[in-house]
């Protein structure tokens, strides 16, 4: 089965414990990408991968590493966590195609949560 | 920068009731557009998407048509079903680095 998925789902830290959230995807797709959703203000862009070892900043990387070392993984480091990174995140991914036509497939989300 | 604005919500129907989501979008060129849904629990899901003026996107009884001259998509279904009830957001993407550019989202309540 087609698909992206994230882990954890759920995670409750505190502040400044380095944390990773890992995201996998089976579809050979070469973009991939992090966003946090947050009540009124949509997704936002925080990381983006064109491809293997190819990262750039999103709208909202402050705090944010990522690292793209094989295709299918891009995971998500916030080495000292923050409460403003309570959130909920997405990974997704897709083929690139000329004017972002292409659609882009999520992942079910991992609900953070920094005290 | 790109925006993509939407109608706040929540927005309660009763069952077999005709939806309108409005979504209006600021973007230079020719963005491709795009509806996305979110079910409880779930992460995002294409429900439909439009990559030039006057195309017509259609999935499960949802339609959407990109109006290049009002810088406009707005989501339509005629009769909707409890099971449509979610949070539906407008996206736009104009790059080859795929970036989607969200609107604030609307959550849709369908009641029996």
């Known amino acids: 089965e087609a698909q992206v998925t994230q882990n954890p789902r759920y995670l409750i830290t505190v502040t400044g414990k380095k944390l990773t959230v890992t995201c996998s995807q089976n579809?050979?797709?070469?973009?991939m990408s992090w966003y946090r959703q947050d009540p009124g203000l949509g997704l936002r862009q925080i990381y983006y991968?064109?491809?293997?070892?190819?990262?750039d900043k999103g709208d909202v990387p402050e705090g944010y590493k990522v690292s793209r070392k094989e295709k299918r993984n891009f995971p998500l480091i916030l080495e000292s966590p923050s409460p403003n990174q309570t959130s909920l995140y997405f990974c997704?991914?897709?083929?690139?195609?000329?004017?972002?036509?292409?659609?882009?497939?999520f992942g079910p989300g991992t609900r953070l949560t920094v005290l | 920068g790109d925006s993509v604005t939407q109608m706040e919500g929540p927005v309660t129907l009763s069952e077999e009731a005709f939806l309108t989501i409005n979504c209006t979008y600021t973007?230079?060129?020719?963005?491709?557009l795009f509806w996305y849904v979110q079910y409880p629990g779930e992460g995002l899901q294409l429900l439909l998407k439009?990559?030039?003026?006057?195309d017509k996107g259609s999935n499960k009884g949802f339609e959407a048509t990109y109006r290049k001259e009002t810088t406009s998509f707005h989501l339509e279904k005629g009769s909707v079903q409890v099971s449509d009830s979610a949070v539906y957001f407008c996206?736009?993407?104009?790059?080859?680095?795929?970036?989607?550019?969200f609107g604030g989202g609307t959550r849709v309540l369908v009641k029996p």
């Open positions: 997704a991914s897709s083929f690139s195609l000329a004017g972002g036509r292409s659609e882009q497939f």
């Open positions: 579809m050979n797709h070469e973009y």
């Open positions: 991968s064109m491809n293997v070892e190819v990262t």
């Open positions: 973007a230079t060129g020719y963005p491709s």
């Open positions: 439009a990559t030039k003026a006057d």
């Open positions: 996206a736009l993407s104009r790059s080859a680095g795929n970036k989607l550019t």
